[in-house]
């Protein structure tokens, strides 16, 4: 059983930061690419960014991210606790949403690829 847990989510004014964790369990974050996606009232899933870090291996392409969050957004992996991170700052209102973590079949950007997902965490950013 795959479980994904995130946390570190809330509210914050624009321009502010959050830092949200997803905790992987019964899945080895290393062997494959994970991602961060999130889903607004009214609106689809989307992607924001997925890593590929494999164990002992740094790839300078790693990391991609969605148009809308670049400059702004970090995500990151750590292969010791399994888990994946997404730095957030300089929030806008439009990042309202809930964030997902999602383990990708596929190295791609795309909520369709996703096989496994948590349960979510809200950000509510005001202006």
């Known amino acids: 059983l795959v479980t994904l847990t995130e946390s570190g989510g809330g509210s914050v004014q624009a321009g502010g930061s959050l830092s949200l964790l997803c905790v992987v369990d019964g899945y080895t974050v290393h062997s494959g690419c994970m991602g961060w996606f999130r889903q607004a009232p009214g609106k689809e899933r989307e992607g924001v960014a997925r890593i590929y870090q494999p164990l002992h291996l740094r790839l300078s392409n790693g990391e991609v991210y969605a148009d809308s969050v670049k400059g702004r957004f970090t995500i990151s992996q750590d292969n010791t606790q399994n888990t994946v991170h997404l730095q957030m700052t300089n929030l806008k209102p439009e990042d309202t949403a809930i964030y997902y973590c999602?383990?990708?079949?596929?190295?791609?950007?795309?909520?369709?690829?996703?096989?496994?997902w948590g349960q979510g965490t809200q950000v509510t950013v005001s202006s």
């Open positions: 999602g383990v990708l079949r596929e190295c791609e950007l795309r909520p369709d690829l996703v096989r496994h």
